[in-house]
């Protein structure tokens, strides 16, 4: 398992042999805070193989196989401009600045994230097999599995060593082959690849949305502000997004009502009524990755039109602000298009609605 799990993680993540792993796994805040200012440590990834050449066939002769009115609500985002990224980066590694300004056109948003029952009924509609599920195992966070899972495992992320390589982990068991999402069905479905993402998207009628469009959204009609709500993380001391509380990577409280994912529907929504775009799960986008953006007004833009690394947006339960402060809507991530991980899932954006075409 050393060999094929190191020959897969991604460009800022190498497997290390570790012979007291909880320890490690429990690394004092420092490795966190460092992880903070870099690239390394929101999410593991595998090194990209191919396999979205063989997604992207797959979604072509599924596509729109999956429509159904009314299955997953979406919410009409008006035409607009708005300023994408920012003058005051957090984390400038990030390529989260320069602010520029970006006209976008009118689109169709997932209100929720997709959910375990959404991808359930994908699944029974195509018999698509995930990319985890293939691969045989994916990426857990250590605070999540039980003493059983963990006795059997002897590696981590060497930058993040609170990520484990889980034999039997996927969308269906999000920490291993000792779980299941029974009690889980409304939550976000973890453990998708940015190519199960698109196949699930075409399916259904769908894309994924671009980062600009990603970004838009999750402003919510709101200009130079951190949160998709305002400034302030806790108006009135009130939660709205599920996010760590407490200190990374040991205690997490909960004190947003939750530890590990919220259902896709908790939280207040946003200026558009879209519902934990930050926060809970990382959401894939189509946009390939760079840290260099042009100050030049732009319209519609795709990203750059070759990569190796996928776009993700809004961070996750995981995200506190001394190690991942991502949960703004100018910040953003990256992984291979064959990555997956226990805090990693995504929604579908559209051009009309898939039930009107």
Known sequence: MAALAAARVGLCYCLVLLPGLT???????????????????????????????AARRYSAAAAGEGRSAGRWPM????GGVFTMGTDEPEIHQDGEWPARRVHIKGFY??????????????????????????????????????????????????????????????????????????????HPVLHVSWNDAVAFCTWAGKRLPTEAEWEYSCRGGLEN??????????????HYANIWQG??????????????????????????GLYNIVGNAW?????????HHSTDDVHNPKGPS?????????????????????????????????????????RCAADTLPGLR
């Not at 959404?118 to 097999?129: A, C, I, Q, R």
């Open 23 to 53: 320890a490690a796994a429990g690394a004092d805040t420092e490795k966190g805070k460092a992880a903070a200012g870099g690239g390394c440590g929101c999410a593991a990834s595998r090194g990209g193989d191919g396999r979205e050449v």
């Open 75 to 78: 919410v009409a985002i008006p």
């Open 109 to 186: 948003m997932d209100q929720y994230e997709v959910s375990n029952e959404d991808f359930e009924g994908f699944v029974n509609s195509t018999g698509y097999v995930t990319e985890a599920e293939k691969f045989g195992d994916s990426f857990v966070f250590e605070g999540m599995l039980s003493e059983e899972v963990k006795a059997d495992i002897h590696q981590a992320v060497a930058a993040a060593p609170w990520w484990l390589p889980v034999k039997g982990a996927n969308w269906k068991h999000p920490e291993g082959p000792d779980s299941n999402i029974s009690n889980r069905m409304a």
């Open 225 to 238: 502000r951190l949160f998709p709500w305002g400034n302030k993380l806790q108006p009135k001391g009130q």
């Open 247 to 272: 200190l990374f990577p040991t205690n997490n409280t909960g004190e947003d009502g939750y530890k590990g994912t919220a259902p896709v529907t908790a939280f207040p929504p946003n200026g558009y």
């Open 283 to 291: 959401e894939w986008t189509s946009d390939w990755w760079a840290v």
């Open 306 to 346: 070759s990569g190796t690394d996928r776009v993700k947006k809004g961070g996750s339960y995981m995200c506190h602000k001394s190690y991942c402060y991502r949960y703004r809507c100018a910040a953003r991530s990256q992984n291979t298009p064959d990555s997956s991980a226990s805090n990693l899932g995504f």
